[in-house]
């Protein structure tokens, strides 16, 4: 039996990419501290999601679209200041 792990068309939604991103976190050893949903455009949601390991950040987006990491973002605290910048 194949089970596919793919998410289609507009299934994840900012619960299920919270979860996923705080598994990760814990399998890479970072500490989740926040998401939210950044409203791209009329009909297109990410999710963005901000960890941290001692004064190390990462800003990750995931898709509404497809349950995976589209781009992670790390350095230090500016990272953070441009996560909390977005969604002023």
Do not use: H, P
Not at 17 to 28: G, N, V
Not at 29 to 53: C, H, Q, R
């Amino acid at each position: 039996m194949i089970v596919s792990s793919y998410v289609s068309y507009s299934q994840v939604s900012l619960e299920k990419a919270t979860e996923f991103m705080k598994k990760r976190c814990q399998d890479i050893d970072m500490e989740y501290i926040d998401g939210k949903t950044f409203n791209w455009d009329e009909s297109s949601k990410l999710y963005v999601f901000l960890s941290k390991k001692a004064n190390y950040y990462c800003v990750s987006v995931i898709s509404e679209y497809d349950l995976e990491i589209m781009k992670s973002d790390c350095g230090g605290i500016e990272k953070k200041v441009k996560y909390y910048e977005m969604f002023k």
